[in-house]
């Protein structure tokens, strides 16, 4: 049982919501990176007319938000850690919906910029809540199961897409994707 009663910290009805709450969030997150993912270079190359050298310019500039996750503790004096969680993976829809709406090089970069924030800062997160609210012999069973909700969303979002790509446009999915996420973690 991964909600030990013997956990110091908070009882096992903490650990519960807490679980449901970063299921939730997990599947959020999953769901917009694989759809992101899976659109992304697609739409990069048909709408935005990027090349090789752009996308890697691209690609590279997305990961400076994981490189820059520890800047999540200056954040936490201005947020409690279960806010900005949510915050997070608003910050991530946000991302998700606009790059639809900028099919240009600089827009790219934008919308990929904010997505990879979001994206980062709430496996930040969700690696840390997860660590506070499980017993240490309980914890790797929790990520396990987080990681297999993230699996079965990345089966989920890519059927959507393929099923879905036939009667809408770019802009449509993601701006569609996005728009479910930030509501959901609103």
Not at 3 to 13: H, L, V
Not at 69 to 82: A, D, K, N, R, T
Not at 156 to 178: D, E, N
Request: with cysteine; glycine share 10%; proline share 2%.
């Amino acid at each position: 049982m991964i909600f030990a009663e013997d956990k110091p910290k908070s009882g096992c009805e903490d650990s519960r919501r807490m679980y449901l709450f970063l299921m939730f969030l997990t599947l959020l997150s999953a769901a917009g990176f694989q759809g992101w993912s899976t659109l992304f270079n697609n739409f990069a190359v048909e709408m935005a007319h990027i090349d090789g050298q752009q996308m890697g310019l691209v690609q590279s500039l997305r990961e400076v938000p994981g490189f820059l996750s520890l800047l999540v503790i200056y954040l936490l004096f201005l947020f409690q850690e279960h806010r900005l969680a949510v915050i997070s993976v608003i910050t991530l829809g946000l991302g998700i919906a606009i790059t639809g709406l900028f099919p240009t090089f600089h827009g790219i970069i934008l919308s990929t910029l904010i997505m990879s924030v979001g994206f980062h800062y709430f496996e930040t997160i969700n690696q840390s809540l997860t660590l506070q609210y499980f017993a240490v012999q309980h914890s790797p069973l929790v990520f396990g199961r987080l990681r297999s909700i993230t699996a079965a969303s990345n089966i989920g979002v890519g059927l959507f897409i393929f099923l879905a790509s036939s009667h809408l446009s770019y802009s449509q999915m993601f701006g569609g994707l996005g728009g479910i996420i930030m509501l959901a973690g609103a």
